[in-house]
Nanobody, 124 residues
Framework: VQLVESGGGLVQTGGSLSLSCAAS????????MGWFRQAPGKEREFVAS????????LYEDSVKGRFTISRDNAKNTVYLQMNSLKPEDTAVYYC??????????????????WGQGTQVTVSS
């Protein structure tokens, strides 16, 4: 599975960005998908994840109510809509795929495939 993120950029505090992650392959629905982020000098952290069916989602507490993860299995694509962005959301955002799609996962070692990352910068 190859993952390609897009949609990062520079936005002011309170603004919105939408990230996309396109996956290769014909078994997209068997993968749970997740978004992680890594700020300079910090460890990679969980942001959100979604089950293969798209029914179950999980969010890190600091993004609940502001970010929404979704997927379009017909397009092999997962999305992260980010609203009310804050400077502390600044990071490289990574898309990841976990081979067990029955539930969303949260730990990086549960995900097998990773994208190259896309930079999100929120200015104050």
């Amino acid at each position: 599975v190859q993952l390609v993120e897009s949609g990062g950029g520079l936005v002011q505090t309170g603004g919105s960005l939408s990230l996309s992650c396109a996956a290769s392959g014909r078994t997209f629905t068997t993968y749970a998908m997740g978004w992680f982020r890594q700020a300079p000098g910090k460890e990679r952290e969980f942001v959100a994840s979604i089950s293969g069916s798209g029914i179950i989602t999980l969010y890190e507490d600091s993004v609940k109510g502001r970010f929404t993860i979704s997927r379009d299995n017909a397009k092999n694509t997962v999305y992260l809509q980010m609203n009310s962005l804050k400077p502390e959301d600044t990071a490289v955002y990574y898309c990841a795929a976990a081979p067990a799609g029955g539930r969303p996962w949260v730990r990086p070692n549960e995900f097998r495939y990773w994208g190259q990352g896309t930079q999100v910068t929120v200015s104050s």
